[in-house]
């Protein structure tokens, strides 16, 4: 059975840091990629930080230089270490794994980020 469970979300002011977890299980996490996707209310979901496998990391272009995915094999966790945060990074944030060729996916429950001024 499948398990994406996110934790480390919460209240922070504006200019403030917070660093999200997710604990897998239940699939070859060391070959699969790993994301993390945002949700603001009244928009759709999207992708956040991306890690390969390998280790590459991708970013959307507003996150970059603040956000920094990382993942450990061995305990099977993927976080995502948030700095600078804005007003515009509240939403829920939801941990996602797929293989290399995205014949499934994955969705943790999601974690809610407030961004306060």
């Known amino acids: 059975q499948v398990q994406l469970v996110e934790s480390g979300g919460g209240v922070v002011l504006a200019g403030g840091s917070l660093n999200l977890s997710c604990a897998a299980s239940g699939f070859p996490f060391s070959s699969y990629y790993m994301s993390w996707y945002r949700q603001a209310p009244g928009n759709e979901r999207e992708l956040v930080a991306r890690?390969?496998?390998?280790?590459?990391?991708n970013y959307q272009e507003s996150v970059r230089g603040r956000f920094t995915i990382s993942r450990d094999n061995v305990k099977q966790t993927t976080a995502l270490q948030m700095n600078d945060l804005k007003l515009e990074g509240t939403g829920e944030y939801y941990c996602h794994s797929m293989p290399q060729d995205r014949t499934v996916g994955y969705w943790g429950q999601g974690t809610q980020v407030t961004v306060s001024s």
């Open positions: 890690i390969t496998s390998s280790g590459r990391a």
